[in-house]
């Protein structure tokens, strides 16, 4: 199947939609270029982009369970106040002849 269309001046070419369409291509998706040798290049959808946004969420969502891990101590159940009163030293109660 062969199709015709312009470069712009800024080397932009529009894939016509039925191709798009065919490949299942959406806007702001990555388009694989490769050229063949001589004067034929390869315009395609890349084969692993999804698996590689799944990997990536997959190291993400391990990096975020290893950090809440390492600061599992912190969940008390606690308020705010009463973590930062136990972690400080005792406040003195003034001598009443002070006041």
């Given at each position: 199947m062969g199709k015709l269309t312009n470069m712009t001046v800024k080397g932009q070419v529009t894939i016509p939609k039925d191709v798009r369409d065919a490949l299942g291509m959406k806007p702001n998706q990555p388009v694989e270029v490769n050229w063949a040798g001589g004067d034929e290049v390869v315009i395609r959808k890349p084969r692993n982009v999804a698996l590689d946004h799944e990997a990536a969420f997959e190291a993400e969502l391990l990096r975020l369970k290893a950090l809440a891990h390492k600061w599992r101590?912190?969940?008390?159940?606690?308020?705010t106040d009463e973590y930062m009163a136990e972690i400080r030293e005792p406040v003195p109660t003034p001598h009443p002849d002070d006041v």
């Open positions: 101590h912190l969940r008390t159940g606690q308020s």
